[in-house]
């Protein structure tokens, strides 16, 4: 089978939506279909800018207009990318066209829009006009256009539906792992314990109330260590005086670095106000580290179905706190929220993701017509 792959970025191997992308291609590629993969290099002088996200659907449609882009029996594309193919070829074609959801943009701009009125951040007159505005639109008629959209969460998938898309047209999938980078031993005992903080300093991972419920564990609990793995540049003034002696932070790190980071944890947390499905939630069930986590999509599907932690609400550091405390305070109740989570993650391989994106295609193929 030939598969065309398209991804919202410029491609590389790692994390996020494009590390996935290369992650699914290759597992593909062992399944010995024929793989291509293109990216924002498609538009002449393509970075990562937002000029370069606005022209990039357009030099998706060129490029499936080119006798390039003919023969493939499946064109996968990130939300957006198909907004504006030209369908009047599809009733000769049998080629068939899905949407793949690497975090539908409705949903984080809705929840920024939140975060404005709370006044936790300030939105730019062009956020309105692009991301909120002609963003959305395109990715509306890139789901639209799509004979199938493989969502992240059910709440994914309701949104898909209010947009024109039937319900049997959609699936929830996963993001994937490559476990061999999480061998299957004993974790370590730490003393002291030791609370990992995933996601970088944004908004959007909420590592501020990460840091903040941190501070209110760290006063209860002076044996406490804390790490923050992935942080990226950091103001230091927005860590908790608490905390500054009792923190160790790793800004970036390599793949095959990350287990060693995670393992000693006793108990990881993510404060994110709006993910996808956080791929670091999959390296710390990976790593038998059980997790408190906020109650938004993609989170909420992902625990839900692995038992592999708790959620609290969105931006209640207090309730964050608590559920970390308790955590600490129950070793046999980690123990075995962290074993769920490892069996869990035992079945979200790239391989499983490929195999589940190739029963996908097979389901569309047979049950409706390309749009």
């Not at 943009?105 to 309105?128: D, F, I, N, P, S």
């Not at 993609?298 to 706190?321: I, Y």
């Given at each position: ?7 919202h970025h410029?491609m590389r ?9 290369a992650?699914?291609?290759?597992a593909?590629r062992?399944?010995g279909?024929d793989?291509?993969v ?12 937002t000029?370069?996200?606005?022209r990039?659907?357009h030099?998706?449609?060129?490029f ?7 023969g ?9 990318d ?5 369908t009047?070829?599809d009733?000769?074609?049998?080629t068939?066209y ?20 709370a006044?936790?951040?300030?939105l730019?007159?062009?956020y309105?006009?692009?991301?909120a505005g ?18 992240l ?7 898909a539906?209010?947009l024109g898309v ?7 999938g996963?993001?994937g ?6 061998p ?9 314990p030791?609370?990992?903080i ?14 903040a419920?941190?501070?209110l564990?760290?006063?209860t609990?002076?044996?406490v260590a804390?790490?923050?793995l992935g ?7 927005t ?6 002696p009792?923190?160790?932070?790793t ?18 947390i993510?404060?994110?106000r ?12 990976a790593?038998s ?8 999509p ?5 625990l839900?179905a692995?038992g ?6 969105v931006?209640?550091?207090?309730a ?13 109740r980690?123990?075995?929220l962290?074993?769920?989570?490892r069996?869990d ?15 996908f ?11």
């Amino acid at each position: 089978m030939r598969i065309l792959l398209s991804i919202h970025h410029r491609m590389r191997s790692g994390a996020g939506a494009p590390g996935a992308t290369a992650a699914l291609a290759g597992a593909l590629r062992e399944r010995g279909h024929d793989v291509d993969v293109i990216d924002f290099s498609l538009v002449p002088g393509g970075t990562e800018s937002t000029l370069t996200a606005m022209r990039y659907p357009h030099a998706v449609r060129a490029f499936l207009a080119s006798p390039a882009s003919q023969g493939y029996d499946v064109v996968d594309a990130s939300s957006g990318d198909l907004a504006y193919r030209s369908t009047r070829h599809d009733q000769q074609s049998s080629t068939l066209y899905v949407t793949r959801s690497h975090g539908l943009e409705h949903l984080v701009v809705a929840a920024r829009r939140r975060g404005a009125a709370a006044g936790e951040l300030e939105l730019r007159k062009r956020y309105a006009l692009y991301h909120a505005g002609l963003r959305l639109r395109e990715v509306a008629a890139s789901l639209r256009r799509s004979s199938g959209v493989w969502c992240l969460s059910a709440a994914e998938v309701d949104l898909a539906v209010s947009l024109g898309v039937p319900r049997s047209s959609t699936t929830i999938g996963t993001n994937g792992l490559d476990l061999d980078r999480f061998p299957t031993i004993d974790r370590p005992v730490v003393s002291p314990p030791l609370v990992t903080i995933l996601g970088d300093a944004s908004w959007r991972k909420g590592t501020t109330i990460s840091l903040a419920a941190c501070a209110l564990v760290a006063a209860t609990h002076p044996d406490v260590a804390f790490a923050w793995l992935g942080a990226g540049s950091v103001d230091p003034s927005t860590i908790p005086e608490i905390l500054r002696p009792r923190l160790t932070i790793t800004a970036t790190y390599q793949p095959d670095e990350l287990s060693a980071l995670l393992r000693p944890s006793s108990v990881a947390i993510l404060g994110s106000r709006v993910e996808g499905m956080p791929i670091s939630l999959l390296e710390a069930a990976a790593c038998s580290v059980p997790v408190v986590a906020t109650a938004i999509p993609g989170v909420t599907d992902l625990l839900a179905a692995s038992g592999g932690g708790v959620t609290v609400p969105v931006n209640d550091p207090v309730a964050l706190a608590h559920e970390v405390g308790a955590l600490l305070g129950n070793p046999d109740r980690r123990l075995e929220l962290g074993r769920a989570a490892r069996r869990d993650v035992e079945g979200r391989t790239w391989a499983a993701v490929a195999d589940a994106s190739l029963e996908f295609y097979a389901t569309l193929s047979a049950t409706t017509r390309p749009r």
